[in-house]
């Protein structure tokens, strides 16, 4: 039985620090060198999941921006991506110009992807994302709000406090249309409002994954509300100690927190006592 691991990465693979510890470094690579299908499914960009996931093998395509694409981490190709509509695009703008929010926008523009935002409406979390970017390639700043919009836009990253952010997910937290996601920003206090075409799930990139790699069996890993989907459509599942009820309400079973490794644990005990832990390839 040919078997695809899939973790999370903030709060379930890295620990407090925003690091893959050197046991989880060494640990799963040396079962990846064995033949274990290991990826990741992160909210995060490639640029983003590259700087904290550096020194861990990834030879097979990961999964970023919560399920909207999936990418080839060797060199970026994109093997499968979800976009907004136009149609889509006009209820986001119509309702973050109500609630007066300016969002991160990721968008593909002329071929390259792009991070764009309104120059003198940073808040304090948007000032601090792009404090942690400052060298980022994608950076698209502008002076005029109605330029945020071009291209094909994939993904839009909200942050502000609760009370603010609240009425955005309520907006389009029961729309078919879109998957939108509410959570505390792990390391800090503000809150991440993030909306996304409908398909853009972990769970529907997991399936393209398992599709593309012709596995039979899917084993993730996870801590937040983001993960649940993933959850629902894996044949195990574990939470790490530090994972929300919620998440652990609904997981084959709970793991050592990030922060003593769990993921990388689990594993290795797993992978040296049943045959699905390591794939002929």
Avoid at 144 to 171: A, H, S
Avoid at 188 to 204: L, S
């Amino acid at each position: 039985m040919k078997t695809l691991y899939v973790t999370d990465l903030d709060g379930t693979l890295l620990n407090s620090n925003t690091q893959v510890s050197e046991y989880s470094i060494n640990t799963i690579n040396r079962l990846v060198e064995q033949g274990m299908l290991f990826t990741y499914a992160t909210a995060r960009s490639l640029v983003s999941a590259s700087v904290v996931t550096k020194g861990l093998s990834a030879q097979i395509p990961v999964i970023v921006y919560n399920g909207a694409r999936v990418v080839r981490p060797e060199d970026g190709e994109i093997l499968c991506s979800v976009n907004f509509t136009k149609d889509q695009i006009e209820k986001v703008v119509c309702c973050l110009r109500g609630q007066k929010v300016f969002p991160l926008v990721y968008s593909d523009i002329d071929g390259c992807e792009k991070v764009s935002w309104a120059v003198n409406h940073e808040n304090t979390g948007i000032q601090n994302y792009l404090n942690h970017r400052k060298k980022d390639k994608r950076l698209r700043p502008l002076s005029k709000e109605k330029d945020l919009y071009d291209g094909d836009i994939f993904y839009f990253t909200c942050i502000g406090t609760k009370e603010e952010m609240q009425p955005i997910y309520d907006c389009f937290k029961t729309d078919n249309n879109y998957t939108c996601t509410l959570q505390q920003e792990l390391y800090r206090d503000e809150y991440w409002c993030e909306i996304m075409p409908r398909r853009a799930t972990k769970a529907m990139a997991v399936t393209e994954l398992k599709k593309l790699w012709k596995c039979d069996y899917i084993v993730s890993f996870g801590d937040a509300i983001n993960d649940i989907p993933m959850f629902q459509i894996s044949d195990e599942s574990y939470a790490v100690a530090n994972a929300v009820e919620e998440l652990k309400a609904i997981a084959t079973g709970v793991i050592e927190s990030n922060d003593k490794d769990g993921v990388a644990r689990w594993l290795k005990q797993y992978a040296a006592s049943t045959s699905k832990g390591i794939v002929s390839l």
